[in-house]
């Protein structure tokens, strides 16, 4: 995953936007750039829009628990008023040995799953509602920052969203409001933090995102990711375009724009997200929720990745099977990659976990058919 919010540039800020944002649901035959879209409002929270209220009307009122956190310095035990259902840890130093203590167990290592960091470790470890816990850090290491996430017990929110089905080409899947994307998150010092790029599609990678299996709350587990993204590792937004749960209920990721499709622009393009360090512009993260690493995906999830592959290939023409140069339009680095590849096939990482890995081939194939 990205070590900073763009890949190696600065990019110019676009036009300011509202908290709130406009989308599309795309019908089965529309995906094509210049289809016809039906646009809905996608977001609009109780008091996060500073341009006042929007039309909403094709939505519906919802409410979502607010996240709630408690931010820590320091390798210390650290008590909190809230109960945690994970803890997102990041230091500067050595990647390994650095470990968490839960309330009530005992010490654990901190992997890295799916995140990477250029100088440092960091990790998203389920905590399981604990209100204590304790970090060690590797000898040296320094910038120890831990933050407690409840997704599930803070004060509901509502959000606006779309009253009917938001699909891609025939593809359902839920809108960033429909898992409550608080989209303040996206905001610092009253700016967008990552402000959107895009670029021409190249690849297509699959990650796993490194938490529990048989997950009761997936909506919630996206939201504690959105949060260590956004917030935590500081890169504005969770950092894959597309979600899939055990279900094989597709998510909205990375915001993408006003009146536009899930990861892309109006012009079909892809809005630079953040799941692949120094190789984001132009590669889409598709993220199976769990761990992948001794088990495979259920056969919904694998159902759900191989369909969603198969209409992004055919949408914007790529071939899932091809070995193919991709060339970083930032800073013009390439990489050797099939067209459809894993997180290790680009950094040195367990991503999507070996025994999601050792079944691509098997990917690649059904989405080529």
């Known amino acids: 995953m990205s070590t900073t919010p763009q890949d190696p540039t600065t990019p110019t800020h676009r036009r300011k936007r509202s908290l709130s944002r ?3 649901i795309a019908t089965a035959g529309a995906v094509a750039a210049g289809a016809a879209l039906t646009p809905v409002v ?6 996060d829009d500073p341009a006042g209220s929007e039309d909403t009307s094709g939505t519906d009122p919802q409410k979502f628990p607010a996240t709630r956190t408690e931010a820590t310095t320091g390798a210390t035990e650290t008590t909190t008023a809230l109960a945690a259902s994970y803890v997102g840890v990041r230091w500067t130093g050595a ?3 650095a470990g968490i203590k839960l309330a009530n167990g005992g010490w654990q290592n901190i992997t890295g799953g799916c995140a990477t960091l250029d100088g440092g470790g960091t990790a998203l470890v389920a905590a399981g509602d604990v209100t204590s816990y304790e970090v060690k850090v590797p000898d040296g290491a320094t910038a120890v920052h831990s933050l407690a996430i409840d997704t599930t017990d803070g004060p509901r929110r509502t959000f606006q969203v779309p009253s009917e089905p938001t699909r891609v080409r025939g593809v359902g899947y ?3 409001p429909a898992w409550g994307a608080d989209e303040s998150k996206r905001y610092k010092d009253g700016k967008v933090n990552s402000p959107e790029t895009y670029y021409p599609l190249q690849t297509i990678t699959v ?7 048989a997950d009761p709350d997936p909506a919630a587990t996206i939201r504690a990711i959105y949060e260590y993204h956004a917030v935590t590792l500081d890169w504005g937004d969770i950092g894959y375009h597309l979600l899939i749960d055990e279900a094989g209920v597709v998510y909205e990721g990375r915001y993408s724009g006003e009146d536009l499709l899930p990861a892309f622009n109006a012009d079909g393009n892809l809005v630079t997200a953040f799941h692949t360090a120094g190789f984001n512009s132009g590669n889409l993260g598709i993220a199976l929720l769990g761990n992948l690493v001794a088990q495979g995906p259920t056969d919904a ?3 759900s990745l191989i369909r969603l592959i198969k209409v992004i290939a055919r949408f914007k023409g790529l071939d ?4 193919v140069t991709f060339v970083n339009p930032v800073n013009g680095v390439t990489k050797d990659v099939t067209t459809v590849s894993g997180h290790r096939d680009w950094l040195q990482t367990d991503c999507p976990g070996q025994t999601m890995y050792d079944l691509l081939d098997e990917v690649r194939a059904a989405t080529a058919r």
């Open 22 to 24: 406009r989308g599309v």
């Open 301 to 303: 999830a694998k159902a």
């Open 320 to 323: 899932p099977q091809a070995k």
């Open 95 to 97: 990647a390994d040995g």
């Open 174 to 176: 839920l809108s960033r």
């Open 207 to 213: 990650h796993h995102t490194d938490t529990p299996n």
């Open 42 to 47: 996608f977001a609009a929270t109780d008091s």
